[in-house]
Structure formats: structure tokens, C-alpha cells
């Protein structure tokens, strides 16, 4: 990879960010796309076949912590219909691609965003505040609706030529298609790069630790998005549902957590961990168990106790348990139930926060004027 290029750009992978990144390589210009990394979005695995597909040099970038913290903390422009800060989350993107314009000589900075395709993030106010928030005003073109947008810089000066670019807008994807069609594209990727945060269920999973934890515990986010789930009060147990969930599990284990392994009968592997570090007691441990062994077919088809592996953080044990998914401490599946109360209390802690940098900001200016 030539580390010298005229733009980078924002690549999820999505149809749009891809294209945006063609129509610019059209021009002459050399492109270097930003594959941005959290445990909600990114596929580090897949940026060799998109290199090979569509023809860009592709960088992933790793973003997790500084993302979780910003989930935790509020996200300035709210949040979308589930647990999706996509303003912020675009601000953050290209914050991080202005700082990196230097170290690879690029004059400007790209994002396949277009006007109106989507509700929260595309509308035009959105766009604004993205591109001022995120300070990228004089750097960033918007090739697919450059049209729509006030001319910028790195068009005036004649480096892209605004005439030669698409003139997109609004919801439909027939031009995208008819692009993708002409490139010759043996894949069509869908619009989008695939979040999670956008997703019912995958946004119950993510929803526990965003209501409950302090601090960007990347290693917990992660662990949320791998096998089945299951919740009692503040103990996640997570089951492998194939060997690479169970390969997942096993890098993802970490001090303090229970491990669950069903003993002489093929089984999932399970992690089980609390949202703050407490021990398990008895019945959590022989609930986890019994869950654990009823996803074994075989030990559910014999209807007697099996015995379940722990290893915990006080050593390793052997546990009786009939196969079951009935329990005591009532693990159950994630759900969205508490969403709405989650928003309102981010919503009325982000207007606290602008109230009281308000009192402070007239408080210096008394100050001062004292
Ligand atoms: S859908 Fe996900 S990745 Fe895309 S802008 Fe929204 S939060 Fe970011």
C-alpha cells in the first residue's frame, strides 16, 4: 500500500461509501478508505475481498473505546430510533480521518453520504451540523450528492471536477444500482455497511450495558454481540451456538468470569459474567449450568442429571444438573423493555449538561466583567 494519497474516505463497506470512493478514482485521484472498527460495526475480515472487488486500498481503523465512551457518556445530536447515535457517530468518523489527512498527504476527505436517503443522519440540517461539528468544512465532498451541496474547496480549485460527479438525492437506490451495474461490480453490496446499533436485536443485546455500565468496557460490548444471551438481574450467561461462537467466547474470557463446559457430551461453551464483578451464588452457578446443558441434544435426550464443568473465579468444579432452560434465577433472553426510559433519562441528562456549561460560561463572563 503506497502510503501517499489525494483523499481519504469513510468505507463501511456499504454500496454508497464505495461508490463514492469509484467516481473519485474516475477523476484520476487516489483514494485510501478508512474502515472504521467498533463492536457494533466493522468487518475487519472482509477488507481483502473489497479491496479485490472493488479496486480501493483500505485501512481499518479502531475506534471501540472512544465510541463506547461517547454511548456512555451522551451523544450530542440523540439517538435514532434504537440505540443509534448516527450523527455523532459520523462526526466521530471524520474527526478521526481529518486527523489522519496528514500522515497520508490527502488534500480532502470523502463520505458516500447523500441528501435525504436516510431520516435522522442524511437530512441536510443533519449534514451541517456533521460537517461544522466535526470541523471538516473546508475538506469534505459528499461525491455522491455534490450537487445538492454548496460547492467546496477541493472543487473550486479545480482537483475534483464537480461536473463529472453524480447528482443523487432522496431515498431511492435506482441510480446506486444503475452505477454499480456499469462499474461491473460482481457483488452488489446493500446501501449500508451493516450496524448493529440499527437492529432489534442486536440493540436488546447492546441496551443492558448501556444502561449499566460506567465505563467503555470494550471487551463486555463485545461479548454481548457473540452467541445466545441470556440475563437475571445483573449476571449475562452467553452459549456458544457453533464452534466459532464457542472460539469467540473462549478470546473474549477474562479474570472473574464462569466458564460453563457440559462433561461426556458434545455441548456449547458458555461465559458467564456479572455487570459489577460480583460472584455468582449457588443457584446462578447451577442455573448456568443447567441452561448450558440443555443446548446439548444429547444430554436433553437422556432426562437425567449430567454433569457441568465450572471454572470460576474461586476454582474448578463439577455441578449435577438436569438439562433445562426453566430457572430459579429466570435467565431470559435480552429485550428492548427499558429503551424509552433509557432515552429520556440521556435526553434530560444532555439538557442538564447544556444548562449548567450555560450557567458556567455566563458565570465567567460576570467574572470577567467584574
Ligand atoms: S447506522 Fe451505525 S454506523 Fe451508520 S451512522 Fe448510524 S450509528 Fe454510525
New binding site residues.
Partial sequence: MNNRYDALALF?G?LDSILACKVIQDQGLKVLGLH?I?P??GNPEKIEEWQELYGVDILPVDISREYIKMMLDVPAHGI?KLV???????IM?LRHARGMMEEFGATFIISGEVLGQ?P??QRQESLNSIRNDAEVKDVLLRPLCAKTQLITPCEESGLVDREKLPHISGRGRKEQLSMARAYGFKVIPTP??G????EHENAARFLPLLRNLKEPDVNFFKLATVGRQYWAGNKLLAIGRNQADNENIEKIFRDGDYVFEIKDFPGPFSLGRSLDSEDWNEQEITDGAAMTASFSPKARNLGTEVIVKVTGPDGEREVCVLPSRETQTGFAGPSLDGLKEWKIERANFRLERIERESFETDDSVLEKND
Fill in positions: 463501511s456499504g472504521f467498533t457494533f460495526f435514532g443509534n447515535p448516527c450523527v455523532d457517530c459520523k468518523m436516510r435522522m443522519s449500508a455497511g450496524c448493529k446499533l440499527t
